[in-house]
C-alpha cells in the first residue's frame, strides 16, 4: 500500500456540529501531518504528529483537535467550526530520515455553513 | 525567515512549448527542496527532492535544478495533461519537519 487516504473526501457541517476527519496509511511512515489549503493558496501546516506524539502545533485555535490513535491513523476532530474554517484539509506522511519527502492524501473538502 | 518565491505565479503555453518555472528561496540549513504537482480540488503529487547545488533529478517531461539560491523546473515539449499547479517547499536545517512552501504556479497547455 503506497497511498494516503483520507475520509470523508467532502463534508458539510453547520457552526454548533462536530465532526472528524480521519486519515490512513501503511506505509510505515511515523510522522504524520495535517494542513489546511484555501483555494489559490498553499497549504499551511497545522499539526505535526512524530511517532505518534504532537510535535507541533502552529497555534491552530483549540476547536481543531488532532489524535493520532496508532502509527497508521491521524483525526481531526472539529467542534464550533467557522465560516472562514472552510478549506481543503490534507492529510500527509512521511517516513523515517533526514530530508524526507511527505506523501499527501486527496483531501477533505469541507464547508462550514 | 525562511522564505520560498514562485513565479511566474500562471503561465500559459502551447502544446510543445518548452519553458521553465522558477522557485526561490532563503533558508537556513536546506535539507531538502521539493516539487510537487497539484491538480484542482486534489492533494499535491510528489514529484522530486533536491539535496544540493548542482543536483538534478528527471521525470517524463520534466527535469528540476537546484543552485545555492533557487530551483527550476523545466518542462519540455508539455502536454495539455501538464497542467497542473506546481508547488514548490523547502524544509530548512535544525530538525524541523514542516515544510515551507511558496505559491504555486498555475501551468495551463493549450492543445
Known amino acids: 500500500d503506497t497511498e494516503v487516504t483520507q475520509t470523508p473526501k467532502h463534508l458539510v457541517m453547520g457552526m454548533t456540529n462536530k465532526k472528524s476527519l480521519k486519515c490512513e496509511q501503511h506505509?510505515?511512515?511515523?510522522?504524520m501531518y495535517w494542513y489546511k489549503q484555501k483555494a489559490k493558496k498553499p497549504p499551511e501546516l497545522m499539526f505535526v504528529?512524530?511517532?505518534?506524539?504532537?510535535?507541533i502545533n502552529e497555534s491552530v485555535p483549540s476547536r481543531f483537535s488532532p489524535e493520532c490513535p496508532n502509527s497508521s491513523l491521524l483525526n481531526l476532530h472539529l467542534h464550533a467550526l467557522q465560516p472562514e474554517d472552510s478549506a481543503l484539509y490534507l492529510c500527509?506522511?512521511?517516513?523515517?530520515?533526514?530530508?524526507?519527502?511527505?506523501?499527501f492524501g486527496p483531501g477533505t473538502r469541507l464547508t462550514v455553513t | 525567515e525562511d522564505q520560498v518565491t514562485q513565479s511566474p505565479e500562471a503561465l500559459r503555453l502551447q502544446e510543445g512549448e518548452s519553458s521553465s518555472l522558477n522557485c526561490s528561496y532563503t533558508?537556513?540549513?536546506?535539507?531538502?527542496l521539493f516539487w510537487y504537482r497539484q491538480d484542482p480540488g486534489k492533494g499535491p503529487e510528489f514529484l522530486f527532492t533536491?539535496?544540493?547545488a548542482g543536483e538534478e533529478k528527471e521525470k517524463e517531461r520534466l527535469k528540476a535544478t537546484l543552485t545555492k539560491k533557487e530551483s527550476f523546473l523545466h518542462i519540455t515539449a508539455p502536454k495539455p495533461e501538464d497542467s497542473a499547479t506546481y508547488l514548490c517547499?523547502?524544509?530548512?536545517?535544525?530538525?524541523?519537519?514542516?515544510?515551507?512552501f511558496g505559491s504555486g504556479t498555475r501551468l495551463q497547455v493549450q492543445p
Open positions: 500527509a506522511s512521511s517516513p523515517p530520515g533526514a530530508a524526507n519527502e511527505q506523501y
Open positions: 506505509m510505515g511512515h511515523r510522522a
Open positions: 504528529y512524530s511517532y505518534e506524539k504532537l510535535s
Open positions: 533558508v537556513s540549513g536546506l535539507r531538502g
Open positions: 533536491l539535496y544540493s
Open positions: 517547499a523547502v524544509r530548512p536545517g535544525a530538525g524541523r519537519r514542516a515544510l515551507t
